[in-house]
């Protein structure tokens, strides 16, 4: 068997088992962001769930897209701790902790990053409420009218945007 169809399989194996966790505990949305990691993962030269136990990385990316939207914590919905997660696929929280730490390096993560946040976290990012101007971090309502229309398209389809007044 060659190394792209190695790959192919080990990444459906890997969707199912984080659709089954996500079916099983959280909800569709996660779901669908931990399927998109895994085929972003897939998509490096390096793959990195070519080697080592699929449960490991399964565990590593509902843990990554958890850890970037507060899934660990009480005041969030949904809510699971991450033992939860340990328990599921027979992991230990060390293990998960540095593949995750490994996932978020490679693919430059952090939190309130659009791609793999929910939609709730996209809503409440308190970055939403601010724009570059000339360089300097400026509050959107502190702007004309104007700008902050055009602000709000180019968000609106996904795009960032920044002014230049001075120079």
């Known amino acids: 068997m060659d190394t792209k169809q190695v790959k192919k399989e080990k990444e459906q194996m890997l969707i199912k088992l984080v659709s089954d966790f996500c079916q099983d505990k959280l909800n569709e949305e996660y779901k ?17 769930f070519i080697t080592g136990k699929l ?3 399964a565990a590593s990316i509902i843990y ?3 850890s970037l939207n507060f899934l660990f914590d009480r005041s969030f919905e949904p809510y699971i701790p991450s033992s939860d997660i340990h328990e599921y696929f027979e992991t230990k929280s060390s293990t998960v902790s540095a593949k ?33 101007v000339d360089d300097l971090i400026v509050p959107i ?3 004309p009218e104007e700008y902050q229309q055009m602000i709000k398209e180019a968000r609106s ?4 945007i920044s002014f230049q007044i001075n120079g």
């Open 100 to 132: 995750s730490k490994t996932i978020r390096d490679l693919l430059k993560l952090n939190r309130f990053d659009n791609k793999f946040s929910t939609n709730l976290m996209i809503e409440n990012n308190p970055f939403n409420q601010y724009v570059m």
């Open 32 to 48: 669908t962001l931990c399927v998109e990691l895994v085929q972003k993962l897939g998509r490096k030269r390096t793959v990195p």
């Open 55 to 57: 449960e490991i990385w």
């Open 141 to 143: 309502d502190s702007l």
């Open 157 to 160: 389809k996904g795009e960032d």
């Open 64 to 66: 990554t897209i958890g």
